[in-house]
């Protein structure tokens, strides 16, 4: 079976990455110089954009991406990328009066980037779209991944502190870009799961099992159906468990077991308390502290119930059932979802 990722047999000249890294260690200085004003930022973005549009043409030809991947260009992206996006999470007058769409035009260029680096085959991208790969398939995609930067796990921390008003398609892209970490190479995929990470995954999810949610996007908050951003949470979870599982202990950061113990705390989240929550963010609302919550919250955090539950199933997807059914099992797996029944309510 043929790769589904289209691919071009040109190879990278020699001049491309020496010249990529001055252009992108040129703009990064000068963005992040008090010389570089903010009303001056948005230029600087679109003057970026095309180059990174450059390098994710460039990755369509796989055998380039792990050359690519070890330039220190990669880490100058990061930075310009962590700089726009600590822009845009920000709430002032300045923000609100300036023109974002160009530093959130190059955010989305610069992950799509990543993505194509880290995942060269588009695996969670495929996963997303329900289709399951199987090891036969992996083992023929004979092109490795690009080693992944160590920049990424505190940039990926770092975007979701203090979030709040960041747009909710950039916080779904960069969950698009761990999912696609951990699904495109073990070895990348164990760097990325880490204590972190998993924090930064799990705080996303308690803050969907609370109907939190952002007012200035186009999403149905009214909807019963959990957000966008919850259903790939759940997805990067399941590939983490399936990673996780297929690693030896020596090189985990991370053990299925606490990734269990927390997912199942957030499975039986107490209804009471959540509405407790609930009228506390709404007292705060008025001091604009909190998102706005939708009519149908009760229903949204059942769905997400339900579709937690899919993806314990979905973890059973993978080569070694019998020793990640003894981790549940030692997790205390039926005593939390005999609970979970036990709370639950039957109109």
């Not at 269990?260 to 001091?287: G, H, I, M, T």
Request: charged fraction near 20%; include cysteine; glycine fraction near 2%.
């Amino acid at each position: 079976m043929q790769s589904r990722v289209p691919s071009f047999k040109l190879p990278l000249p020699e001049e491309v990455p020496p010249v990529l890294t001055l252009l992108q260690t040129t703009s990064c200085r000068f963005s992040t110089t008090s010389c570089c004003s903010a009303s001056r930022q948005p230029l600087m973005a679109w003057m970026i954009k095309p180059s990174v549009k450059s390098l994710i043409i460039i990755c369509r030809n796989l055998s380039n991406v792990e050359e690519i991947g070890t330039c220190s260009y990669i880490n100058h992206i990061i930075t310009m990328t962590t700089l726009y996006i600590q822009q845009l999470k920000s709430k002032t007058k300045e923000k609100e009066m300036a023109d974002q769409s160009q530093a959130e035009e190059f955010v989305r260029h610069a992950l799509a980037f990543c993505e194509s680096l880290y995942d060269p085959y588009h695996n969670w991208r495929h996963r997303t779209c329900g289709e399951q790969l199987g090891t036969v398939e992996r083992s023929r995609q004979k092109y490795k991944a690009a080693p992944l930067t160590v920049e990424f796990v505190p940039f990926f921390y770092q975007c979701f502190q203090e979030s709040e008003h960041l747009k909710e398609s950039l916080k779904c892209c960069l969950l698009h870009l761990f999912g696609a970490i951990v699904a495109g190479d073990q070895r990348n995929a164990l760097l990325a799961i880490s204590p972190a990470t998993m924090e930064v995954l799990m705080r996303v999810l308690a803050d969907c099992s609370m109907g939190s949610c952002s007012s200035d996007e186009g999403e149905d908050w009214d909807s019963e159906a959990p957000d966008r951003k919850a259903l790939l949470t759940l997805g990067c979870l399941r590939e983490v468990v399936q990673r996780l599982l297929a690693s030896s202990s020596d090189q985990r950061q991370v053990e299925i077991a606490s990734v269990l113990e927390n997912y199942f705390k957030l499975l039986n989240s107490d209804p009471a308390a959540v509405v407790a929550s609930r009228q506390q963010q709404q007292q705060q609302q008025a001091k604009g502290r909190v998102p706005t919550l939708g009519r149908h919250w009760e229903s949204r955090f059942v769905a997400l119930q339900v579709h937690m539950l899919d993806t314990i199933r979905d973890m059973f997807l993978c080569s070694d059932r019998p020793v990640l059914q003894a981790i549940f099992l030692n997790s205390n797996c039926f005593e939390h979802l005999t609970r979970l029944l036990q709370n639950s309510k039957f109109f």
